[in-house]
């Protein structure tokens, strides 16, 4: 009996020893376990999507016409109807040669257009006056279009007809008979200007004026 009883104390004992062990084992892991956690954490994810490179968009820059040139229109009136328009053209054989320009839903009624506003203002007329403006054509596929406000830019009226450029291929539709017809009118450089504006600008979409 002393023999069993020892026994069990021992028994007792060892599972005590036993189970304080491997508790002891159990929280160390468990800390362990925590740590890495914590480390792992700190680290960067390095997962496929981030480890790529960023795929490089690039975006083709657009024309010159994006920062388009300073544009400044002789403005003789602002209507909301055509007939306004139309009406201030016959009103006087002097608005012959001027032109209607529709942008916003409004008529507005210019005789000349230059890059140089002393060539349009007349310093104390009451019947017209100075109005800045671009052209933007970045919407423009056709590069005789998009390349527009570079051709009407020029202050050199000799380089209109593109007859030395032998470049024909970028002048806009109907640009020299335009020019022929439009001579009759006037010789006035800034008029032919602004009655090639009138015309392109009514048949392209994709052309703007920006106030």
């Known amino acids: 009996m002393r023999f069993t009883k020892s026994f069990s104390k021992f028994s007792y004992t060892l599972a005590i020893l036993h189970g304080f062990f491997i508790g002891a084992v159990s929280i160390g892991i468990f800390a362990i376990l925590i740590q890495w956690q914590d480390i792992s954490a700190d680290k960067p994810e390095t997962s496929d999507a981030a480890s790529k490179t960023p795929e490089k968009i690039t975006v083709d820059a657009p024309a010159d016409a994006v920062t388009p040139t300073q544009f400044f229109a002789k403005q003789h009136g602002m209507f909301t109807t055509a007939e306004g328009a139309t009406a201030l053209l016959q009103s006087s054989p002097a608005m012959k040669s001027a032109a209607i320009i529709i942008t916003d839903s409004k008529y507005y009624v210019w005789s000349a257009a230059s890059v140089v506003e002393s060539e349009v203002k007349i310093v104390g007329s009451t019947d017209s006056f100075s109005k800045p403006f671009r052209i933007n054509s970045s919407a423009c596929t056709e590069q005789a279009m998009k390349n527009l406000p570079v051709y009407l830019a020029n202050p050199d009226p000799a380089k209109f007809n593109f007859e030395s450029t032998g470049n024909k ?36 979409d994709c052309l703007k004026i920006e106030f």
């Open 169 to 204: 291929e970028a002048i806009p539709k109907d640009w020299t008979p335009n020019i022929a017809a439009i001579s009759t009118l006037s010789k006035d450089f800034n008029v032919i200007r602004v009655q090639l504006l009138s015309h392109y600008f009514a048949q392209n």
